[in-house]
């Protein structure tokens, strides 16, 4: 049986704080980094599992830091933070930091309208000099947060796509890994600038981006006075405000899983920025905006006007089990493990929060000790939860043509979350062949003999096993790199091997991999079970 521990970077005005505890369950405060400083943002790049903030200090100015050991350990500052010299400009604020699609990847964006790129895992950044340099510059103005680069929104699978939102410049969009860039501004309608074409004011106040990693060409966005969607990559946008009781607000979430649905947290206007009536709602929708629903059970009902800002709310997991999390100004931090039916306190009395806790998950086996990312423990374990992630035990097949990289992490893995490995082959197993042909063949048989419910198949690269085991009729292999398509594999593929890259998958990326897989189940609609019936026809 599994346990699945929920970790939250929470950013506040006195530092950085790691919540960690059961999904549901208590939280605890595991460990405190820069204490005393402005913390804008932290995130863990599950790829590497390695720590980055962005830290503004008083004396040293905005500068990102990073670790690949405990929060409360030794933390190291990156190179390469800062403007090109010989500018009047500043550097005044490091907003966030994201994780591209390119190995070892990540983003950060900054203000005054910068952003950066790094490819070494967040050791050292470049500014991007497309945006930098772009001729409407110029004519860009800051909004009441500065002139901030505060979503960055990659395209899942290519690197080379991205959009961002500035505060208070618009959307902008690149199909050449940032060397050009265009606006992504069609049908954004600020009521602030009225007389000036909407197309072509620079003067757009977005507040937040974020994708349906579903359907990529799918984009939500949290506006200065709107809500709205794109469906065309945020080449243009259509208002999908009404419903809500204010149009107004800053943070927004989506469920990775379902693009129809995504949730924000509407404020009563820009002029007073909390909570409509007193009263914490997060809003959902479920097809798309065309409607929406209160969702506020357990919440503050009355007296609570709280302030959340734009960077505010996030998700993991997705579907029935999505965990939602966001953080007011007053310090209160909230969570859902029912994909916002219910709520409950995750913590209080912490400092002013800037940033929301960016949640990771990872899993403990029945009885193991909680530990830290670098082997540390820290204290006993919560209270085990059956079943909560996991509702059913599979039997499972694992095949890998070599032990390296996560192969036996796989099956540890697969144990961990109640699941039976009925099957070891290729190098997993004993006296059997251990080219990825042979041992992923075997797992796939399984599979189709009934002796197990799916398989797992890896080597270097993943190819070859998805090749191997979709020679066997009656399997549906997969190979995926990200949660995302592992989901997607599941809902519309109705996959039943995944295939994974020994080269290529971190630990912390299988975790966040197999959540996926095994939180998702085959699409219901016609159209989908079609299409698998036909594969399956297929001679």
Sequence with gaps: MAIAITELLVSTRKGLFMLEGEPGGPFEVAARASAGEPVEFAMRDTRSGRLLASVTSAFHGPKIWFTDGDASGEWQQADGVALPEGGEAALERVWLIVAGEADRTLYAGGDPGVLFESTDGGGSWQINRGLWDHPSRESWMPGGGGLCVHSIVPWPGDPDRLAVGISAAGVWLTEDRGKTWRRGNRGLVPGYVPEESPEQSNDLCIHHLERAGARPGRLYMQFHGGVYRSDDAGESWQDIAPG???????????????????????????????TVGGRVSVYETRDAGASWTPRGDGLPAEHAFLTVLRLAFDSCSQGSTLQLYFAATSGDVFGSVDAGASWFAVADHLPPVSSSPRCSK??????????????????????????????????????????????????????????????????????????????????????????????????????????????????????????????????????????????????????????????????????????????????
């Excluded at 149009?247 to 469920?255: E, I, K, Q, R, S």
């Excluded at 080597?459 to 020679?471: E, L, R």
């Design 362 to 539: 990872r899993h403990l086996s029945a009885g193991a000790q909680q530990m830290g990312w670098n082997g540390v423990a820290r204290g006993r374990p919560p209270a085990m939860r059956s079943g909560a992630l996991y509702p059913s035990a599979m039997r499972i097949s694992v095949a890998a043509d070599e032990r390296t990289g996560v192969a036996d992490a796989v099956v540890e893995q697969l144990r961990a979350r109640g699941h039976e490995a009925v099957g070891l082959h290729g190098a997993l197993g004993e006296d059997e062949r251990d080219d990825w042909a042979w041992c992923s063949e075997a797992a796939a048989r399984d599979v189709a003999d009934g002796r197990a419910d799916q398989a797992v198949v890896c080597c270097w690269t993943g190819t070859g096993a998805s090749i191997a085991a979709n020679k066997v009729a009656g399997v549906r292999a997969a190979l995926c790199a990200d949660a995302q398509t592992a989901a997607g594999a599941r809902r519309w593929n109705d996959a039943n091997v995944l295939a994974l890259s020994l080269r290529a998958t971190s630990e912390a990326q299988l975790e966040e991999i197999l959540d996926a897989w095994f939180d998702a189940g085959p699409s219901e609609d016609e159209d989908d079970r079609a299409n698998v019936a036909h594969v399956d026809e297929i001679a």
């Design 244 to 274: 809500l009781p204010s149009d107004f607000g800053f943070p927004l979430a989506v469920d990775p899983a379902d693009p129809d649905c995504a949730y924000v947290i509407p404020l009563t206007a820009d002029t007073d920025r909390v």
